[in-house]
T-cell receptor, first 113, second 114 residues
């Protein structure tokens, strides 16, 4: 498995509180992604990064922000968590133009009460 | 934006039966990828198809890419309990700097009963 570590793996929080999920990779890969997974929706892209300090929005970016100050770390922040953000969050690396496959972390399960 | 649909959403089979999941994209794809996610696990890359009409096999799994490069299928022959999981197809869109982001289908959840 690719060297991708997500933390925390599980978190329960209350509505209105800030939450930060961390993705750490040891592969020195340029591209990193945050997806959320919900029943009936598959995996939906939240934000992605194509280099240090280079990020862009995915299809479900409202309510989320990201930062990438180092190649190995990609942070996903929920400034004020809502119950609709209860989900499983996956970080991924990869997506080179010639090969294209993504390697996923183990996931972070977030419950917002 | 690009949309990728999969059918069926769920499939229950008896061990030994065959299984097929279908994937359809709203746009022509440069390639299509398939992933498997075991219950409680994370998606794992299975294969990538690039050419129009391409067929690839991995043991009991057969993957096809449509002639128009807008649809694909995964067929499992003689399912086993180890095949249990959710199967996703995914199509790429170009990114700034030459990378790809993947749009995933909704997935087909396969359950195999003894």
């Amino acid at each position: 498995d690719a060297g991708i570590t997500q933390s925390p793996r599980h978190k329960v929080t209350e509505t209105g509180t800030p939450v930060t999920l961390r993705c750490h990779q040891t592969e020195n890969h340029r591209y990193m992604y945050w997806y959320r997974q919900d029943p009936g929706h598959g995996l939906r892209l939240i934000h992605y990064s194509y280099g240090v300090k280079d990020t862009d929005k995915g299809e479900v970016s409202d309510g989320y922000s990201v930062s990438r100050s180092k190649t190995e770390d990609f942070l996903l922040t929920l400034e004020s968590a809502t119950s609709s953000q209860t989900s499983v969050y996956f970080c991924a690396i990869g997506g080179l133009a010639n090969t294209g496959e993504l390697f996923f972390g183990e996931g972070s399960r977030l419950t917002v009460l | 934006g690009q949309q990728v649909m999969q059918i069926p959403q769920y499939q229950h089979v008896q061990e030994g039966e065959d299984f097929t999941t279908y994937c359809n994209s709203s746009t022509t794809l440069s390639n299509i990828q398939w992933y498997k996610q075991r219950p409680g696990g994370h998606p794992v890359f299975l294969i990538q198809l690039v050419k129009s009409g391409e067929v690839k096999k991995q043991k009991r799994l057969t993957f096809q890419f449509g002639e128009a490069k807008k649809n694909s299928s995964l067929h499992i022959t003689a399912t086993q309990t180890t095949d249990v999981g959710t199967y996703f197809c995914a199509g790429p869109e170009g990114l700034t700097g030459g990378g790809n982001k993947l749009t995933f289908g909704t997935g087909t959840q396969l359950k195999v009963e003894l």
